[in-house]
Structure formats: structure tokens, C-alpha cells
């Protein structure tokens, strides 16, 4: 520190600290019409302390679910954000750590096209390509599946730029030193380059579980049996109605749950997180 | 940068390869040639047949008086939500590089939003500026707004802008901050005993220092409010009231589903697909990100 002033570290409490209260309000308040009956929420005249309807909404959300326009429980769709958010996260790290293992530990012909390849899908989001890759997975039967939801989401190259950044760090001699041992290439990959690379696959599987769990035009797109919906798109049907018909104090207590897991994710395993980040952004 | 160690084989690396590529090749490159061949199609009503029609979507696109407000729309959108979240975020992070107590409580509060969905984010702004229900709409009637995001397109903008900001700001937060906290003390010292105060010293030493940071965040922004804000414009206002927030990737899903006009549709994605291309060229010449291959 150059200067030591008190004032200036107050300055910096009041600012972090409104900031830190402007950004919790809205789920704050979120939470709390979760905890109330549908009359209080629906009179526009919600309390800003808890209600005594919480565990009633929650459990009627969870196994019940109580809305005309979404005839799932919850507990469902959040069966479902699991199985797509774990889906999308393990098979991106399955297909990339190969392909970065391949086109660094090898020398092969178009192995420079083969990264190209990939490198290109950096380029385009699935949004501006979202009508054909829709009729491809209808073509393919894959509609109102779990593949349908996942594969399409993995074709991408973060993962393996990630990947092959890391394995660069790799000394050689260990490279080495596994061949004198007489192992293959398969072998040094399970043996040694696997287990240096877990933090890499960690903080892949964080940032990609989160990516997942938030999709939400491919799965609307996709998905048209309310048992195959995800929570996200869960809650948006909810609302889909008029606003006297609506149950928000459901689709308050389904919001809080779809933010609960890949909000803990991001608290409970920061430093993975941030390295994430940072890391697949480069 | 190359292995100077490696394997030999013939086989195996394509089999490692073949996974990424079988799912690139079906899920990207695919589906991104039929968008660029639909947009030279016109499909009948049934879509039964379709027939070359050379550059008519585009010609048809161009003369839409609703493409150029969508046009205006993204820019609006864009640029409301890239500077109110870069300076937003830069607030916070100079003010978390005070070497405060608790400094890392502060990142997680400041954090956690990235990891709301957007749809999410977008519900939970629209719950709380709801004009009957809102908790906040109240005092805003109060203080004589005839606040409705749902009749009011500047009303619901501002909606929009404020969720997408929202999420946002966090994800700048940590790269303004990591940008901070690697501008050497030694800079700032010497500044300091040049008499230079803090403002001056940010200003002229920290804010340079930071542009590199703040150039790569803007191109991300970009992208970011060009294709991440779907749900919230979806969930909030579904690019309504009259079509006021209705963006550009907005306008290829809306189209293209509820219009079923998928060769104008498909126009659009290509517009899109070269803006998204220049963006993603601009960010690889001018941020030392190269990809050495």
C-alpha cells in the first residue's frame, strides 16, 4: 500500500458492501416469495421478512408440482439439469483430453488440419447454427433425449485447447522416462499424464457443469415431453400464462432451486472455478 | 511450441481423435454448411420443396425496416450492457485490491452470479420490477413513474439491461481484478512519490496498465451479450412489447420457429456467423492470444 487511509478503506467497505447487497436482492426477494402463499405473492404486497409457507411450497414444487401449465414436479426436471450438466461436463472432457493427447504426443499426417478442425467451432455458438442442428438431432431420433441434449453442446474446442495448454507443461522427461519403462503410449496417458492432469479436469468439469445446467435455448428447443424438460426451462413454462393464473410463489421456490447447485458449485470450489475460467478463456 | 518427444503410431491417434471429430463434424460443421446453403433456399409453405434463390433472402432480409431495428436493438443492448458492466466491475475490483480484511468473502459475494442461468436472472428482475407483484415497481409508482415493462419498450430495456448486467458484472469482477493485482506495487509507488494522487495514479499508471484486460473483456462482453442474453430476453419479454427487445439472435429463433421462415432465418445466422467470426479475428490480432500452430 502506498498511502494508509482509513477513510479510503471505509469508502471501500460502503462500496463492496451495497455492491454485495444490490446483487443478493433479487434472489433475496426470490427466496422470500417462495416462502409465502400464492394470495400474499399475487397482492404485490410481499413482506420482506420469511413466510410460513416454505416448506409447504417446497415440498408441493418438489414431488407434486402444482402448476396447470408444467404437469412435472420438479424434482424431475432437476433429475434431468443433473444428468444433461454431469453429461455435457464428463463427455467434453472424455472427447478432448484424447484429442489434445493425440495431436500433442504424436506426430501424424493432417494432424495440423485435425486441430484446425477444431479449433474453427470456437468460432460459432450453437445459437447462429440452432434450426439445422436441430433437424440433424430430429433426423438422427435423438429428439426429447438425453443424448439430443447433450451431444451437440460438447462439439466444441475449449476443452482441448485447455488440454493441450497443460499437457505443453508436461516435462518430457517424464515422457521418457515411462518409455525406458517400457510402457506404451496408452499406458504413460493412464499412468502419468492422467492423474497430473486432474486439476485440469476438475476445473474443466466445474465451468462445464455450469454451462450446462444454465442451457436453456437448445433445450427448448428440443425437448417437447414436459419429462424431459430441464429445471430451467422448467420455470419459464411455469409463467407462461397469465399473470393472475400464475403460481409464483412455485416458480420463485423452483428458481431458488435451479440457482442452488451451480451456485454452490462456484462457492464451494472457487479456486477450481476461477481457474476455469481463466484458463478456457486464453 | 512442439514435443520434441513422442510417440510412434499409425492408428491410434486418429482413434483418439475420432470421438471429437465424428461430434464436430455431425453437431458443427454440418449444421453450420446447411444454415449457409438454406439461406440460398426458399422452401414452400409445406416445406416440401425447396429451390435456389442466389442472394433473395439476403435482398429480402436487407429491405426489412424490422432487420435494421433489430439492428439498432443489438447496438443498444450491446453497448449498455458492456459499459455498465466493465464499469460496474472495475468499481468493485479497485476497491477489493485495497488489501481489505476478508478479501476473499468479498470475491465469493461478488462472484456468485455468473453462475445463475440467464433465464434465471431474467425471471427473477422481471419478478422483482413486476408492475403489480414487483417489490420494486411499488415505489416507483410512488415516485410517479407510470412504470410497465410489458407495454413500455425503454421500460422493458432497461429491464433487460439491468439482469444482463446483473450476471455479468461478476465474471468481469475477476479478470479486472486478477488484471489489478498483477500491476507491479513498484509502478504505483513510484508514481506515488512523484506526487501523483490516487486518481491521478489510476488514471495514468493502473488504467493503461489495465487496457489490455479491458480490451480482451470487451470483445467477450460482446459475445457474451450478443448470444448468452437469449433467456433473459426470452424468460423477461420474449423480445416484446412490440418488438423493442427483440436482438438479433432473437430474431433468427423467432423467425425461424413461430415465423417458419427458415430460409430468411438462415440469412440471419450467416450475418451473424461473419460478425461473430470478425469479432473472434479482432480478438486474436490485438490480444497477444495466439494459437501457435
Do not use: C
Amino acid at each position: 500500500m502506498v498511502e494508509h487511509r482509513p477513510l479510503r478503506d471505509l469508502v471501500a467497505y460502503v462500496v463492496l458492501a451495497l455492491g454485495i447487497v444490490i446483487f443478493a436482492f433479487p434472489v433475496y426477494v426470490a427466496f422470500i416469495a417462495s416462502t409465502y402463499d400464492a394470495a400474499t405473492v399475487v397482492s404485490g404486497n410481499l413482506p420482506l421478512t420469511p413466510g410460513h409457507n416454505l416448506l409447504q411450497n417446497y415440498y408441493r414444487a418438489v414431488f407434486v408440482g402444482g402448476s396447470r401449465f408444467m404437469n412435472q414436479p420438479v424434482g424431475v426436471l432437476l433429475a434431468n439439469s443433473f444428468v444433461t450438466a454431469i453429461g455435457i461436463a464428463v463427455g467434453k472432457i472424455f472427447i478432448s483430453i484424447l484429442s489434445a493427447f493425440a495431436i500433442v504426443y504424436f506426430r501424424f499426417p493432417f494432424r495440423k488440419t485435425a486441430f484446425w478442425i477444431i479449433f474453427i467451432t470456437l468460432m460459432l455458438p450453437v445459437e447462429v447454427r440452432i434450426y439445422p442442428t436441430y433437424k440433424i438431432v430430429a433426423d438422427l431420433r435423438l429428439l426429447d433425449t438425453y443424448a439430443g441434449l447433450i451431444l451437440p453442446l460438447i462439439a466444441s474446442a475449449t476443452g482441448t485447447l485447455l488440454f493441450r495448454q497443460f499437457f505443453m507443461t508436461v516435462p518430457d522427461e517424464l515422457l521418457e522416462a515411462s518409455r525406458i519403462d517400457g510402457a506404451g503410449p496408452l499406458r504413460f496417458f493412464w499412468d502419468t499424464l492422467l492423474p497430473l492432469s486432474m486439476t485440469t479436469v476438475a476445473a474443466l468439469f466445474v465451468i462445464q457443469f455450469i454451462y450446462g445446467w444454465n442451457q436453456y435455448l437448445w433445450p427448448l428447443l428440443i425437448t417437447t415431453k414436459d419429462s424431459m424438460q430441464t429445471i430451467v426451462i422448467g420455470i419459464k413454462k411455469m409463467l407462461s400464462t397469465t399473470d393472475e393464473l400464475a403460481e409464483w410463489q412455485l416458480a420463485m421456490a423452483t428458481a431458488v432451486l435451479a440457482m442452488l447447485p451451480p451456485v454452490a458449485v462456484v462457492v464451494f470450489m472457487q479456486r477450481l472455478f476461477v481457474k476455469g475460467l481463466v484458463e478456457t478463456e486464453k | 511450441m512442439e514435443k520434441s518427444v513422442v510417440f510412434k503410431g499409425k492408428l491410434l491417434p486418429y482413434l483418439l481423435l475420432a470421438p471429437q471429430l465424428a461430434i464436430t463434424l455431425i453437431f458443427f460443421y454440418w449444421p453450420a454448411s446447411q444454415a449457409i446453403r438454406q439461406s440460398f433456399l426458399q422452401e414452400d409453405a409445406f416445406g416440401l420443396n425447396s429451390e435456389f434463390v442466389g442472394l433473395e433472402n439476403y435482398q429480402a432480409l436487407f429491405a426489412q425496416p424490422e432487420y435494421y431495428t433489430a439492428i439498432g436493438t443489438t447496438v443498444v443492448f450491446s453497448s449498455l450492457v458492456t459499459v455498465l458492466s466493465l464499469g460496474v466491475a472495475l468499481l468493485f475490483a479497485t476497491q477489493a485490491d485495497k488489501n481489505l480484511k476478508g478479501g476473499a468473502v468479498y470475491k465469493t459475494l461478488m462472484v456468485w452470479p455468473y453462475a445463475v442461468a440467464p433465464a434465471v436472472a431474467g425471471v427473477l428482475w422481471f419478478f422483482i420490477f413486476h408492475p403489480t407483484l414487483g417489490t420494486l415497481a411499488r415505489p416507483l409508482r410512488v415516485m410517479g413513474v407510470d412504470w410497465n415493462p410489458m407495454l413500455n419498450g425503454t421500460h422493458a430495456m432497461i429491464l433487460v439491461v439491468m439482469a444482463a448486467v446483473w450476471k455479468q458484472v461478476a465474471y468481469n469482477f475477476l479478470f479486472f481484478l486478477a488484471g489489478l493485482q498483477a500491476i507491479p506495487k513498484s509502478v504505483i509507488e513510484a508514481g506515488a512519490i512523484d506526487g501523483a494522487g490516487p486518481l491521478r495514479r489510476f488514471w495514468t499508471i493502473i488504467f493503461p496498465l489495465l487496457s489490455p484486460t479491458t480490451f480482451f473483456l470487451l470483445v467477450v462482453n460482446i459475445v457474451y451479450v450478443f448470444f448468452e442474453t437469449f433467456g433473459i430476453i426470452d424468460a423477461v419479454t420474449s423480445g416484446g412489447p412490440a418488438g423493442s427487445t427483440t436482438t438479433m439472435v432473437y430474431k433468427v429463433f423467432a423467425d425461424g420457429r413461430l415465423g417458419g421462415d427458415l430460409g430468411g432465418s438462415a440469412a440471419q445466422s450467416v450475418v451473424l456467423m461473419v460478425i461473430v467470426i470478425a469479432l473472434t479475428a479482432i480478438q486474436f490480432r490485438y490480444v497477444e492470444r495466439k494459437v501457435q500452430y
